[in-house]
């Protein structure tokens, strides 16, 4: 792991090389690398022993020029504000390579979930929702699920919000249990985006996914979907992680009994079959595809020179530290960046916020088949942006296409004040 590399400055690194190929100034390229604004909050809630707790809570708006802030809400020990800096950056280009009418914005919680009782989460998260009321609204900023947050989470942020508005705002967060506004095909829509994402990069490269063995690292919903869903179509999941190690089956894991398991024990490696190995083995495993879909800095450039796989498809966030992508673009292996790859979760809540201003729902196989449009076109305006500029990366033609994007929405507004 390469902790001690910030995330905010990551993607500012990213933005100003994305900025070298696309015609914007130097001084509006500075607006596109800094969150236009940041709450930052503490919350006291009594515990269930009638103690006192306080944490630290952010909410980063990065860029409002394609339309409302959307982004998650994360729950984990390791939140900051440099963190949720950076995840609402990437959001912002993420929203700009889907092509939704989005800008970015992501909030957290610095907390272990686990450390806490359901009613004392229920305060915490009511809590800060009272904090951001008065700067989210459906047309304003959307939260929506991220690392350990959910339906739940997001129906008592929904549920607070209508409270004190005293009306009804489905619209005001995403991610929500069917019957609390949310959409069907959501759960699963962020390993859906990893395994079409990963469809469409075999295919570029002349490969059917039948012919593919994978490795996930992370099994939480974004990694256990989309292996689950590659497994439907073909592929062969031959090694998995969580935090507590690795399990590695040359013949092929059953992702769908994996999952069952760790709901059971809370470990991937308590699965009868399969060779238990750490972390790293699993990321410099010989497979011809690699998802990481833990958390960020999962690969420095120390570990990029070891890794096996042809493809990497990013389901987690910014799992790559800029190193580690200038060894893999040297090395030929083809990096499909978090900003694609990962988009079918905010994609589907996109649709969720739009059925939720219609008041009108649609069926799974609606929503599937458009996130396939949204996420298939996406790879074809990536794909042309990489060959025809001759880009040295997906991640670079992602940034580009993003960055040309939102650029183009902020010089249409003109000038403010
Ligand atoms: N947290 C997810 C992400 O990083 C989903 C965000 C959303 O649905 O707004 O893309």
């Known amino acids: 792991m390469a902790n001690e590399v910030n995330p905010f400055e990551s993607l500012q690194e990213q933005i100003d090389d994305a900025g070298t190929y696309v015609d914007v100034a130097e001084d509006v390229l500075e607006r596109f690398k800094q969150p236009e604004r940041v709450l930052e909050t503490t919350l006291s809630i009594e515990r269930d022993d009638g103690s006192i707790a306080t944490f ?5 708006q990065f860029n409002g020029d394609r339309g409302p802030y959307k982004g998650g809400i994360r729950y984990h020990p390791g939140v900051s504000r440099d963190e949720v800096k950076a995840l609402s950056g990437w959001m912002a280009y993420k929203t700009a390579v889907a092509n939704i009418p989005y800008g970015g914005g992501k909030g957290g919680i610095a907390l272990d979930p686990s450390e806490y009782s359901t009613a004392e989460l229920e305060r915490i998260t009511r809590s800060y929702a009272a904090e951001l009321r008065p700067v989210i609204g459906p047309d304003r900023d959307v939260p929506a699920p991220d690392v350990n947050t959910g339906q739940r989470e997001m129906n008592w942020i929904k549920d607070t919000y209508e409270k004190l508005e005293n009306t009804t705002a489905p619209g005001v967060v995403t991610g929500k249990g069917l019957e609390s506004g ?41 990694g256990a979907i989309a292996a689950r869903l590659l497994a439907d179509k073909g592929a062969r999941i031959v090694a998995v992680s969580d935090s507590s190690g ?3 089956d040359e013949d092929g894991l059953d992702a769908g009994a994996v999952s069952d398991r760790k709901a059971q024990s809370g470990s991937v490696t308590d699965y009868e079959d399969g060779e238990v190995g750490s972390n790293e083995d699993l990321l410099t495993a010989d497979v011809d595809l690699l998802v990481p879909a833990a958390l960020e800095n999962a690969i420095d450039a120390d570990l990029a020179e070891d890794i096996q796989a042809d493809v990497i498809v990013e389901a987690a966030n ?21 900003v694609l790859a990962n988009a079918g979760g905010v994609t589907v809540s996109y649709f969720e916020w739009v059925q939720n201003r219609q008041g009108f729902y649609w069926s799974e196989e609606r929503v599937n088949d458009e996130l396939e449009t949204v996420i298939t076109d996406a790879f074809e305006d990536l794909q042309s942006a990489f060959k025809d500029r001759d880009l040295p990366n997906f991640r670079m033609a992602a940034y580009v296409v993003s960055l040309e994007r939102i650029v183009d929405a902020y010089e249409q507004g003109g000038n403010w004040p």
């Open 318 to 338: 910014g799992p790559l530290t800029p190193d580690a992508d200038d060894v893999l673009t040297d090395r030929d292996v083809y990096v499909l960046p978090d």
């Open 246 to 248: 690795s399990i590695h």
């Open 56 to 60: 630290d809570a952010y909410r980063s």
């Open 182 to 222: 949310g959409s069907e095909g959501r759960l699963e829509a962020t390993g859906r985006s990893v395994m079409l994402t990963a469809r469409e990069a075999f295919s570029y490269l002349g490969t059917d996914l039948e012919e593919v063995t994978v490795a996930v690292q992370g099994y939480g919903n974004a």
